[in-house]
């Protein structure tokens, strides 16, 4: 069965940098036609896409992001991490990590997400 | 790149059937057969309960189905059941330069 876990910083400052990590249990995050994707929602609002990278490096971004955002992975520690710069408010949210099977294009295995707060 | 679309909140009481509408663009729905569905309950963490428009994952209830027609996709939860009150959203895939947008969600209330 496979398993996400987010883990970081609850708490960052406004114009700094925002570093998640996604722990995966149950499968390797380099193998297979899969995708492990960043998804938040702010509080009183929906869902929005933020990145992902492929099992083979290959990373793609939410375009209204792009210019702040960087997801890679670590094979040896079967992790991959979300990295925000120059964070603001708007930043504040529940952070989730999922897997994304590249022939579903959908998100099939979530974590349970971790909260961030931006502020000073 | 806009969310999709969906209606603020849908009710029904115990028994009935409820539609959630998810309207998008050619450019996602219309253009592409990878259209999602997840639940959300507070604490837990999001649920698939509809992908390639309407297959089911394993372990889903049948109670769930998804249809699609044109740029507009469909979530039908029949026999509603009080623990299928929840927040609701659709997601599409929307291409390699941007591949996934969300909709605006939906409270389901059941009375």
């Known amino acids: 069965q496979v398993r996400l876990q987010e883990s970081g910083p609850g708490l960052v400052k406004p114009s700094q940098t925002l570093s998640l990590t996604c722990s995966v249990s149950g499968h390797l995050i380099n193998s297979g036609s899969v995708h492990w994707s960043w998804i938040r929602q702010p509080a009183g609002k929906g869902l929005e896409w933020v990145g992902r990278?492929?099992?083979?490096?290959?990373?793609s971004y939410n375009p209204s992001l792009k210019s702040r955002v960087t997801v890679s992975m670590s094979t040896s520690k079967n992790q991959f991490s979300l990295t925000l710069n120059s964070v603001t408010a708007a930043d504040t949210a529940m952070y989730y990590c999922?897997?994304?099977?590249?022939?579903?294009?959908?998100?099939?295995?979530w974590g349970p997400g971790t909260m961030v707060l931006v502020s000073s | 790149q806009s969310a999709l679309t969906q209606p603020a909140s849908v009710s029904g009481s115990p028994g009935q059937s409820i539609t959630i509408s998810c309207t998008g663009t050619y450019n996602d729905i219309g253009a592409y057969d990878y259209v999602s569905w997840y639940q959300l309950h507070p604490g837990k963490a999001p649920k698939l309960i509809i992908f390639e428009v309407s297959h089911r994952p394993s372990g889903v209830s049948y109670r769930f189905s998804g249809s699609k027609s044109a740029n507009t996709a469909t979530l039908t939860i029949s026999g509603l059941e009080a623990e299928d009150e929840g927040e609701y959203y659709c997601n599409s895939y929307a291409g390699s330069n941007s591949p996934y947008v969300f909709g605006t969600g939906t409270t389901v209330t059941v009375l």
């Open positions: 990278i492929y099992s083979g490096g290959t990373a």
């Open positions: 999922a897997k994304n099977p590249d022939s579903w294009e959908a998100f099939d295995v």
